[in-house]
């Protein structure tokens, strides 16, 4: 029945998020990384570039390189809040847009048509849900999840749950689904919610360039510039371009995992706003004293 169902949805439109979401749909590490298991479903399906190497050559999410906002280990042992979740997807530098059920402009209606204008788009944003289980006459309690196809004429969300090892892709009527939201968390005396998440720049799509909110290569950043660098500026040639230069040559690699090129954001840059922008920075003191200084130091590279 669950496949005619979706036969339906697909005819209708409705399943179109299903495409990406199962390209990249995986089981949890563990019991209580469902959170994770889903954001990582959801970062890689939305071709978010972690800026760190996973393994060989590829730069790739998976559940132990998100590690901002709280550590895995404590996830692993309780769980992790809405707040701290939502805190770890801006951490990676996604766009949400969350709703918690008890809000009081929240209601089943609104859930249902977002779900339904979610599901219909086949890239670019992807809708997850924080609900309780028992709501759902499920066994645990606390769940993500997201959202996979909408079926209209029934009212029925498909719910692609990255604990495969109790429970299978399923479809959930969406007022159960919402009642399951709406459930105080007796950890936070609130409800849970939804929320929308879609790749997030700093930048217009007008920039060059935007930085990235990748909380582990800021804390390595942050390093550098309490440790390393004094050391590197009091080794210096005491001359504004011997400290510049110790200070560009001295840089982290890990600062280009921060630097989102104007190659990747939305939107077209012309050619003439690009060689303008390198023109603007040619004429600054700052380049003029790194040309200089490379000259000077023919042996040596940036």
């Given at each position: 029945?669950?496949?005619?169902?979706?036969?339906?949805?697909?005819?209708?439109?409705?399943?179109?998020?299903?495409?990406p979401l199962i390209e990249q749909f995986r089981t949890q590490d563990?019991?209580?990384?469902?959170?994770?298991?889903t954001?990582?479903?959801?970062?890689?399906?939305?071709?978010?570039?972690?800026?760190?190497?996973?393994?060989?050559?590829?730069?790739?999410?998976?559940?132990?390189?998100?590690?901002?906002?709280?550590?895995?280990?404590e996830i692993a042992k309780d769980g992790i809040e809405w707040e701290e979740w939502l805190c770890l997807a801006r951490c990676q530098g996604l766009a949400t847009k969350p709703v918690r059920a008890d809000e009081t402009t929240a209601t089943l209606q609104s859930f249902e048509a977002q779900i339904a204008s979610s599901c219909s788009k086949a890239a670019g944003e992807v809708l997850?849900?924080?609900?309780?289980?028992?709501?759902?006459?499920?066994?645990?309690d606390g769940h993500f999840s997201p959202i996979g196809a909408y079926h209209r004429g029934r009212s029925l969300a498909l719910v692609l749950d990255t604990a495969r090892f109790k429970y299978p892709p399923h479809w959930l009527p969406?007022?159960?689904?919402?009642?399951?939201?709406?459930?105080?968390?007796?950890?936070?005396?609130?409800?849970?919610?939804?929320?929308?998440?879609?790749?997030?720049?700093?930048?217009?799509?007008?920039?060059?360039?935007?930085?990235?909110?990748?909380w582990s290569t800021w804390l390595t950043l942050n390093s550098w510039i309490s440790i390393d660098l004094p050391k590197l500026i009091a080794s210096a040639e005491p001359t504004a371009e011997g400290e510049l230069w110790a200070f560009v040559r001295g840089l982290?690699?890990?600062?280009?995992?921060?630097?989102?090129?104007?190659?990747?954001?939305?939107?077209?840059?012309?050619?003439?706003?690009?060689?303008?922008?390198?023109?603007?920075l040619h004429s600054t003191q700052t380049f003029t004293l790194l040309s200089g200084a490379s000259q000077k130091r023919a042996g040596q590279s940036l």
């Open positions: 029945e669950g496949r005619a169902i979706f036969q339906e949805a697909l005819g209708d439109g409705t399943s179109e998020a299903f495409f563990e019991p209580a990384f469902c959170g994770l298991g954001l990582v479903m959801v970062l890689n399906s939305l071709g978010v570039d972690p800026g760190v190497v996973w393994k060989g050559p590829w730069r790739w999410y998976h559940e132990r390189s998100l590690d901002c906002c709280k550590d895995p280990k997850v849900v924080s609900y309780s289980r028992k709501g759902v006459g499920q066994s645990g969406v007022s159960a689904l919402w009642d399951a939201i709406r459930m105080t968390n007796p950890g936070t005396g609130r409800s849970r919610g939804y929320v929308l998440l879609a790749r997030g720049h700093a930048a217009a799509p007008s920039s060059c360039c935007s930085l990235k909110l990748t982290p690699a890990a600062l280009a995992a921060l630097i989102q090129s104007f190659s990747e954001l939305p939107g077209e840059i012309s050619d003439f706003g690009y060689k303008q922008v390198l023109q603007e």
